[in-house]
C-alpha cells in the first residue's frame, strides 16, 4: 500500500505527508478521513490504529461578498474559514490589498477618494499604504466586512492573501 493513500472497507481515503500525525513513524502507512480523524497501519492486514486528529480550525479559506452601492458606500464582507470550508470559530488575520486587476495582479494605481473603514465586523490594524494596503483581523467567527467610499466612477477588486500564499479575489467594486 503506498503511503499517504489507502483503501478502507471499499473507500479511497487518501492523506498527505503535510497531514502525517506527528507520532505517526515514518514510512508507516497511514489515511485521512475527511473529519481529520488520522489512522496509521500497527501490522498488516486491517489492523489500523487511530493515532489523533481533530478538525481543523487552522485559516486556509475565504469567501468574497461585494455588496451594492448605496450613498458612494459598497460593503464588502470576507468570510475566512477552514480548509473544510467552514467559517472560522476563532479570530483570523489576513493581508488584503485593492486592485485595478480582476486578477489581483498588483496594487491599484489610485485608492478610492473615500475613507475605507469597518463596517460592523472585525477590525483594520493597521494600513501599510493609505486606503490600499490593510492587515485584517476577524471577529472570532471569521466575519470582516469594509466599507469602501467613492464619490467618482472607479473598479477595483479587493484581494486577500491567506497564510499558504493563495490570494482569494473579490468579484468588481464598481461605483457609477
Wanted: charged fraction near 15%; charge should be negative.
Amino acid at each position: 500500500m503506498a503511503e499517504g493513500i489507502a483503501t478502507f472497507y471499499g473507500c479511497d481515503l487518501s492523506g498527505t505527508l503535510a497531514q502525517r500525525p506527528a507520532n505517526a513513524p515514518a514510512g508507516i502507512p497511514f489515511f485521512a478521513t475527511d473529519t481529520k480523524q488520522f489512522f496509521v497501519s500497527r501490522g498488516s492486514g486491517d489492523n489500523w490504529t487511530e493515532v489523533g486528529g481533530a478538525a481543523s480550525t487552522a485559516l486556509a479559506a475565504a469567501t468574497i461578498t461585494v455588496g451594492t452601492e448605496a450613498a458612494n458606500v459598497i460593503n464588502v464582507g470576507i468570510q475566512l474559514n477552514d480548509a473544510d470550508g467552514t467559517a472560522l470559530a476563532t479570530v483570523g488575520v489576513v493581508e488584503a490589498y485593492l486592485s485595478d486587476s480582476a486578477a489581483g495582479d498588483g496594487l491599484t494605481a489610485t485608492a478610492p477618494d473615500g475613507d475605507i473603514a469597518v463596517g460592523t465586523d472585525g477590525t483594520i490594524l493597521f494600513e501599510s499604504v493609505t486606503d490600499k494596503v490593510f492587515k485584517l483581523q476577524s471577529e472570532a467567527d471569521g466575519d470582516i466586512d469594509l466599507d469602501i467610499g467613492e464619490a467618482g466612477v472607479g473598479t477595483w477588486y479587493l484581494i486577500v492573501l491567506l497564510p499558504n500564499g493563495e490570494k482569494v479575489v473579490s468579484g468588481a467594486i464598481t461605483f457609477a
